[in-house]
């Protein structure tokens, strides 16, 4: 199973770009796929999540700024950023739930800067 993330880059505070995940090689469906993301010095987070039937949850931080949204069809996931702040510089990973493993994406880095 390969994840393989596209976006990212750097950002201006305020912009609103979107992260892609496609998710391939699996034999079977998808159970959760997710974005985390690690900053540096801190311990990889939890951003956002969306399960087979659409249903999502978020950190706290992102709550209200990001969205998850899911592509069954084509095994993909997008994260769509909104209103970034400095503090979502990070690396952020792709992740899926495939029966009981999980898989990663490589990361892609995001850095907000003005």
């Known amino acids: 199973v390969q994840l393989q993330a596209s976006g990212g880059g750097l950002v201006q505070p305020g912009q609103s770009p979107r992260l892609s995940c496609a998710v391939s090689?699996?034999?079977?469906?998808?159970?959760?796929t997710g974005w985390y993301r690690q900053a540096p010095g801190k311990l990889r987070e939890l951003v956002a999540t969306?399960?087979?039937?659409?249903?999502?949850a978020y950190a706290d931080s992102v709550k209200g700024r990001f969205a998850v949204s899911r592509d069954n069809a084509n095994n993909t996931v997008v994260l769509h950023m909104n209103s970034l702040k400095p503090e979502d510089t990070a690396v952020y990973y792709c992740?899926?739930?495939?029966?009981?493993?999980?898989?990663w994406g490589q990361g892609t880095q995001v850095t907000v800067s003005s």
């Open positions: 992740n899926a739930a495939i029966l009981s493993l999980y898989y």
């Open positions: 090689g699996s034999r079977f469906s998808i159970n959760v």
């Open positions: 969306v399960t087979s039937i659409g249903e999502t």
